[in-house]
């Protein structure tokens, strides 16, 4: 299994610019998470999902679409990018309480 | 509501030294417990969990017990590594027992052990 898998690694936008950060994951978990890491800020939740279809807000969730059509795949949309969203991003999934972390996306809004 | 406090870092110690991370916690209801740790460009990994009051996570040498009394979930290691640098977060999930996992990260702590 590939696990949980993002891409891509590393990003460079303009203020303004849109983009799609990838997510999906070969464990057929139901749930899927995105969060944002900042410094000294742990990680904090922007999205989730329970399932194909369904999906939630966190406690970060301005400036991000998400949306749920395969259990495999989650991506996260920024419409129109903002300094503000400089940080790094992980896709989760999610069995039994046990989260599984992708590699991050490093993103960069100038 | 649902929160997690970590001693703040950065940590530093010298290999084989003895290690506390403190960590305590809000929560409504009974939450499952654990610690994260993530290497350096990586993203995070499960180092050990507790479901219930009094259980004890342990893996690779590292410990934690869950302490209802006292809101606590402190993660030990009684020698450290210079392979064990990485950041560590503890984390709650007020979703017990069900497959969604739903989690509330404390501001994480960094460690650096040195040869």
């Known amino acids: 299994n590939a696990g949980v898998t993002q891409t891509p690694k590393f990003q460079v936008l303009k203020t303004g610019q849109s983009m799609t950060l990838q997510c999906a994951q070969d464990m057929n978990h139901e749930y899927m998470s995105w969060y944002r890491q900042d410094p000294g800020m742990g990680l904090r939740l922007i999205h989730y999902s329970v399932g194909a279809g369904i999906t939630d807000q966190g406690e970060v969730p301005n400036g991000y679409n998400v949306s749920r059509s395969t259990t495999e795949d989650f991506p996260l949309r920024l419409l129109s990018a903002a300094p503000s969203q400089t940080s790094v991003y992980f896709c989760?999934?999610?069995?039994?309480?046990?989260?599984?972390f992708g590699p991050g996306t490093r993103l960069l809004v100038l | 509501g649902n929160s997690v406090t970590q001693m703040e870092g950065p940590v530093t110690l010298s290999e084989e030294a003895f290690l506390t991370i403190n960590c305590t916690y809000t929560a409504t209801g009974y939450p499952s417990l654990f610690w994260y740790v993530q290497y350096p460009g990586e993203g995070l990994q499960l180092l050990l969990k507790?479901?219930?009051?009094?259980d004890k996570g342990s893996n690779k040498g590292f410990e934690a017990t869950y302490r209802k009394e006292t809101t606590s979930f402190h993660l030990e290691k009684g020698s450290v590594q210079v392979s064990d640098s990485a950041v560590y977060f503890c984390a709650l999930d007020d979703d017990r027992g069900s497959t969604l996992g739903r989690l509330y990260f404390g501001r994480g702590t960094q460690l650096t052990v040195w040869p």
């Open positions: 507790a479901t219930k009051a009094d």
């Open positions: 989760a999934s999610s069995f039994k309480e046990t989260q599984y």
